[in-house]
């Protein structure tokens, strides 16, 4: 999808996402040091809201103009302060470096997904932390979630080797499940969590 189709997605709905932060970025984030954080393909910003309630120095990137407009709202609503930055994560940007980088649920085509996570990975300024969550592809076959594409759809070991050679040192690659509702009935989805350092 392009940018264009997902300022149609936000448009059309109040919010795509959920209000809260997702239930593992919370899990993993909640006792990590504040500092500044970046929330990479953070649609309406509902972890980049979280992470500045939490007294995070957040700037979400995000390349739909239309979900950026609703996440200024949404922080001016809720009465916190985050940088929205238009920006696409497939060609080059100029981003600090941040004691937080955050990537989730953004779902790319192999050789571009590696691209877009060593870019994100240089990034991690020293003793920083980069954590990652997204649709496993289990989830076609025995789960719930996430673009009906394997080719979109990561395994913990394609995104460690994604980031081999970044400097990064891997704490956790795994799958861990979460309860959903799918039609009035509860469901298992299946997502990738992959969290590593810089070391200081």
Do not use: C
């Not at 993993?28 to 007294?55: I, S, V």
């Not at 996570?117 to 989830?139: E, K, S």
């Amino acid at each position: 999808m392009d940018a264009g189709s997902w300022d149609e997605r936000y448009r059309d709905r109040e919010l795509v996402w959920s209000a809260g932060p997702n239930a593992a970025v919370a899990a993993e984030l909640a006792d990590h040091p504040t500092g500044r954080a970046l929330d990479l393909a953070a649609g309406e910003g509902r972890n980049a809201l979280w992470l500045a309630e939490q007294g995070f120095e957040v700037e979400a990137v995000e390349f739909s103009q239309v979900a950026i407009d609703k996440g200024r709202e949404l922080a001016a609503h809720r009465g916190v302060e985050v940088t929205f930055t238009l920006g696409d994560l497939t060609a080059p940007l100029d981003l600090a470096p941040a004691d937080l980088v955050l990537i989730a649920y953004l779902h790319l085509p192999r050789a571009t997904e590696r691209a877009v996570l060593r870019r994100a990975a240089g990034w991690v300024a020293p003793g920083g932390t980069f954590l990652l969550v997204g649709h496993a592809r289990r989830n076609l076959t025995e789960g719930v979630g996430g673009p009906p594409d394997p080719e979109l759809l990561p395994t913990p070991q394609e995104l460690t080797a994604a980031l081999e050679g970044t400097g990064l040192t891997l704490e956790r690659a795994e799958e861990i499940t979460r309860e959903v509702e799918v039609d009035g009935a509860a469901r298992t989805a299946i997502d990738v969590l992959v969290r590593a350092h810089r070391p200081a």
